[in-house]
C-alpha cells in the first residue's frame, strides 16, 4: 500500500510524523506501520473502555486501518503524530478563554491562558481567543494606578511564545486572535497586521473581527455605531445558566426572544435570570452609556471600510459573524460562542477542543456503464467508520489542562470534513466554477452530514449520549439550511442545474431528516457537532489529493524540498496531457512559469476549463462553495478566498456583504503579492509583462535585469508541505 503514496507524500511523512528511535534518531516504523499504530490505538478505546470483545475490537481496527492506508480517511495531524506516544495528545483545535486579570482562581487570566497555549502549541494544537474582555490602551489599571496597555499589546506576548514553542516541535504555531467590534481598542486591531506591520508583527496569529447583524445592518444603511470599554459594564442575563447577553457582547435577541424562549415555553419552563432581564440591543445601549462604557459613535461604514482594506492589503482581518454562528449552535443553552480556532472552522465555547479528520472525495469517484459516476454507498461506510474513530478520540485522547477535559467530554465535539473535490469534480467533469459544481457540493455536504449524524446517533444507541444533551433544547442545524434555489437567487446567478448532475446525486434528495430526528429524540446523540470543512493542508499532501474544498491551487509548480527542488505536475492534469499529446517538456516548463493554462490557445477549451485553478477562479464561486458546504454544517467552513493580485479593495467588500447575506460563518481572503513573503509564488511572466510596458512608456530599455529574486520565482514555487491551505499556518 506504500505504492499508493507520492514521493512528496513520503517526504512530509518522514519530516512530520514516522516515528524515530530519541536516541539515534533513525525511523522506527514506515508509513504502513504508522497507520498501522494509529488504527490500533484508537480501535482499543472499544475493548478498554467500552468492554467489547477481542475479536470485535480487532474488526474495527480493521476497518479504521483499511480507510486510512487506502488514503479515503485522514484524521487531523496531531492525532497522526502522537497516537500511542507520550505526549498522546490527539486534538488540533483550541480555544482558550482570555479573562481581563493577569491571572484568576479560575485559570481564565491573560497569564494562565498564555501558559495553557504553551502547553497545547507544545504537543501539536492550534489556539483560539477572544480578546475582547481585555481593557482598551489607555484604561485605568486600579491595583497599579496605572494605565492599559490595550489587546494587542498582550497578543503579541502571545505571538512571541508562539515563535519560541514550535506545534509539538513538528510545524509552526497557529493562533486565531478575535476582537469584536464594539471594542474601543478596534482600529488598532484592524490595522495590527497591515502596511508596514504586515510582514513583521502578529505573524503567528491568523486575526478576525467578530461582526453581529446590527453592525451590517449599519453599514448597509451608513449608521453609527458604539464602541465600547468592556471594564465599565457588567449586564449580564441567564437562563437555565445559557448567558444570554452583557453590552460588551451583545447580539441581535430577535432569535432568542422568538426561539429560545419559545422553546422553553414548549417546555413548560421559566426563564430564570441573574439579577437582569433579556434585554435587546437598544436596552443594552441605554445601560451600557449610563455606566459610561461608551467611548464614542462611529460609522459602521467606514469602520466596515477599514476592515476591508486591511483584508485587501494583507489578507487580515477576516470576518467572524457572532450572530450567525449562535443561531446555528446545536449546543446554544451551553452558552455563547466568540471564537475560533486558528483556521476558522471550528466555533468553540472557552475551553473546548475539537478533533478532525477528512474524507477524501477523489476515492470515491468510480466507473460505472463506462461513465464516471459516484460511489455514495462506499462514501457512507467510510463516513460511518471515520465518525467512530473521530468519537473514539475524545476518550483515548490526553487533554493539557483538566479545564480542557472537561469542556470537551461535556459536548464530545468531532469534525468530519473533505479532501479532494477539485480532483473528484475533473474526474466527473464539470467545472469547478459552474452552477453544477456548486450544486453537487451542496449534495455532498448533505449526504456527509446526514450520515455523520446518523452514525452519532447509533453510537449513543450503545455508549449514550453527551453529557450536556438536552433532546428538546438541542438544535438541528438542518432545519435552517438555505434552500439551492434561494443562494442563487441571492448571488443573482440565473444558470441552471444540468441533467447530469440531477441524475448524479438524485440519491440525496430521498435523505429524510425528519426521521433522523425522531430518532435522535428517542435515543440520543453521542457527539453535539459532528461536520467541520477544515483546510487539510499536510494530510491532503499525504492523500495524494487537493486539498479541502479549494480549487487546484497551480497544475505545475517548483516543490522546495529538504534535498532541493523539483516539477512537480498534478498527475491529473499529466493525464490529460498525455490524452491530448501535449507531455512535452516545454509545455509543462510554460505552465510551471505561471503554474496555470490560463487562455493558453494550444490546449484545448474544455481542458481550459476544466483545470482553472484557484486564482483563475471568480471569488463569487469561491464564496458560493464555502456557502453550501456551511449549510450542511454544525461547526464551521474553512476556506480561502483567492483573489489575483489586480482585484480592487471593492472586490473584498462585496465578498464580506455576500458571505454574511450566505449564512457563513467566517471569512478570510488573500489577495496574491498582497504580502513579501508567502507560501505559494505565482512566477515572473506578468511580472516580466508589466516591467516591459512601463519601460516602454518611458521611452527607455525594456530589457529585465533578474534579480536574484526574480531567479528565484522564474517557476511557481511552494514549500514542501503547503497544499493549498491556509496561507498563515499552512494547515
Request: with cysteine; glycine share 8%.
Amino acid at each position: 500500500k506504500d505504492l499508493l503514496l507520492s514521493y512528496n507524500a513520503l517526504k512530509v511523512l518522514e519530516a512530520r510524523y514516522l516515528l524515530k528511535d530519541p536516541n539515534t534518531l533513525r525511523y522506527i516504523e514506515t508509513p504502513q506501520m504508522l497507520f498501522r499504530r494509529v488504527a490500533r490505538f484508537l480501535a482499543s478505546v472499544e475493548g478498554k473502555i467500552y468492554k467489547k470483545s477481542e475479536v470485535e475490537v480487532k474488526n474495527l481496527e480493521k476497518k479504521f486501518y483499511d480507510i486510512i492506508s487506502n488514503l479515503k480517511f485522514m484524521p487531523n495531524s496531531p492525532t497522526l503524530m502522537n497516537s500511542d506516544t507520550r505526549l498522546g495528545i490527539l486534538s488540533a483545535c483550541f480555544v482558550i478563554p482570555v479573562k481581563d486579570a493577569m491571572t484568576t482562581p479560575q485559570g481564565d487570566g491573560i497569564y494562565d491562558a498564555l501558559r495553557a497555549t504553551a502547553l497545547v502549541h507544545q504537543q501539536g494544537g492550534g489556539t483560539g481567543f477572544d480578546f475582547s474582555e481585555l481593557r482598551p490602551k489607555g484604561d485605568v489599571v486600579a491595583s497599579t494606578a496605572g494605565v492599559a496597555s490595550g489587546p494587542v499589546s498582550f497578543m503579541k506576548v502571545f505571538d512571541a511564545s508562539t515563535d519560541v514553542i514550535k506545534q509539538g516541535g513538528k510545524r509552526r504555531g497557529a493562533n486565531m486572535g478575535v476582537m469584536h467590534v464594539w471594542h474601543a481598542d478596534i482600529n488598532d486591531f484592524i490595522k495590527a497586521k497591515t502596511g508596514e506591520l504586515k510582514d513583521v508583527q502578529l505573524q503567528n496569529f491568523n486575526i478576525s473581527v467578530g461582526v453581529y447583524d446590527y453592525f451590517m445592518e449599519a453599514v448597509e444603511r451608513g449608521e453609527s455605531v458604539p464602541l465600547i470599554n468592556p471594564r465599565k459594564t457588567k449586564i449580564v442575563g441567564t437562563d437555565h445558566d445559557y448567558y444570554i447577553t452583557k453590552a460588551r457582547g451583545y447580539m441581535n435577541e430577535e432569535w432568542i426572544q422568538d426561539v429560545i424562549l419559545g422553546e422553553l415555553e414548549e417546555k413548560g419552563g421559566s426563564v430564570y435570570l441573574d439579577d437582569s432581564k433579556i434585554i435587546t440591543i437598544d436596552e443594552a445601549l441605554v445601560i451600557a452609556e449610563k455606566e459610561g462604557a461608551i467611548t464614542k459613535y462611529v460609522n459602521a461604514k467606514s469602520l466596515f471600510d477599514e476592515i476591508v482594506k486591511g483584508a485587501w492589503d494583507s489578507g487580515d482581518p477576516g470576518l467572524l459573524f457572532i450572530d450567525t454562528i449562535n443561531r446555528r449552535h446545536p449546543v446554544w443553552y451551553l452558552g455563547k460562542i466568540n471564537a475560533t480556532n486558528p483556521c476558522g472552522e471550528e466555533p468553540l465555547l472557552p475551553w473546548e477542543s475539537c478533533n478532525l479528520g477528512s474524507i477524501n472525495l477523489e476515492k470515491f469517484v468510480i466507473e460505472r456503464d463506462g461513465k464516471a459516476a459516484i460511489d455514495w454507498n462506499g462514501l457512507a461506510e467510510t463516513i460511518q467508520y471515520a465518525v467512530r474513530f473521530l468519537d473514539n478520540v475524545i476518550d483515548a485522547n490526553r487533554y493539557p489542562l483538566k479545564q480542557i477535559e472537561e469542556a470537551t467530554k461535556r459536548t464530545r465535539k468531532v469534525g468530519l470534513g473533505v479532501m479532494g473535490l477539485a480532483r473528484m469534480f475533473i474526474k466527473l467533469g464539470i467545472p469547478y466554477d459552474s452552477v453544477d459544481a456548486i450544486y453537487l457540493s451542496y449534495q455532498l455536504a448533505k449526504f456527509i452530514y446526514y450520515y455523520a449524524l446518523k452514525t452519532s446517533i447509533e453510537i449513543a444507541k450503545e455508549k449514550g449520549s453527551f453529557p450536556a444533551y438536552d433532546p428538546k433544547l438541542y438544535r438541528d442545524v438542518w432545519e435552517s439550511a438555505l434552500e439551492f434555489n434561494e443562494i442563487l437567487r441571492i448571488v443573482r446567478v440565473n444558470d441552471k442545474v444540468s441533467d447530469y448532475v440531477k441524475k448524479l446525486t438524485e440519491n440525496v434528495d430521498k435523505l429524510d431528516f425528519s426521521l433522523l430526528k425522531e430518532e435522535r429524540i428517542k435515543y440520543g446523540l453521542r457527539n453535539s457537532t459532528v461536520v467541520s470543512v477544515a483546510p487539510t493542508g499536510t494530510i491532503s499532501i499525504i492523500a495524494g489529493t487537493s486539498s479541502s474544498i479549494e480549487p487546484l491551487f497551480a497544475l505545475a509548480f517548483v516543490r522546495n524540498v529538504a534535498v532541493g527542488k523539483f516539477i512537480e505536475i498534478d498527475p491529473l492534469f499529466l493525464e490529460y496531457l498525455r490524452k491530448y499529446e501535449l507531455d512535452d517538456p516545454e509545455v509543462i516548463q510554460r505552465i510551471a512559469e505561471t503554474g496555470m493554462i490560463g487562455e493558453n490557445i494550444f490546449m484545448p477549451k474544455s481542458l481550459r476549463r476544466l483545470f482553472r485553478t484557484a486564482h483563475e477562479v471568480q471569488p463569487i464561486y469561491h464564496v458560493l462553495h464555502q456557502a453550501v458546504w456551511q449549510q450542511w454544517n454544525d461547526s464551521g467552513t474553512s476556506k480561502t478566498i483567492n483573489l489575483r493580485s489586480e482585484e480592487p479593495v471593492d472586490t473584498v467588500a462585496n465578498v464580506y456583504l455576500l458571505a454574511w447575506k450566505l449564512g457563513i460563518k467566517g471569512i478570510t481572503v488573500y489577495r496574491d503579492k498582497s504580502k513579501s513573503q508567502q507560501v505559494i509564488y505565482f512566477g515572473v511572466k506578468k511580472e516580466r509583462e508589466e516591467y516591459e510596458k512601463k519601460k516602454g512608456e518611458e521611452g527607455g530599455s525594456s530589457k529585465l535585469v533578474p534579480s536574484s529574486l526574480r531567479l528565484e520565482k522564474k517557476f511557481v514555487e511552494v514549500s514542501e508541505t503547503y497544499a493549498g491551505g491556509c496561507k498563515t499556518c499552512e494547515l
